[in-house]
């Protein structure tokens, strides 16, 4: 599978989780789900660059 294939992947999950956890527990809570949204892109982020990241 090629690299850009595999971020490609990684961002429709990343997406996917971001959506899910939006439309099943903060509906209604703009800054919590702001936050959380945030929250997960660092750990989407942290999780790249130290395991995905080919330099």
């Not at 599978?1 to 997406?15: E, F, K, P, W």
């Not at 527990?25 to 929250?39: I, T």
């Amino acid at each position: 599978m090629g690299r850009h294939t595999v971020t490609v992947l990684y961002v429709l999950a990343m997406v996917a989780v971001i959506v899910g956890v939006d439309v099943l527990f903060f509906r209604h809570h703009f800054w919590e789900r702001l936050a959380v949204n945030a929250g997960i892109v660092l750990v989407f982020g942290a999780f790249y660059l130290r395991f995905l990241k080919h330099s």
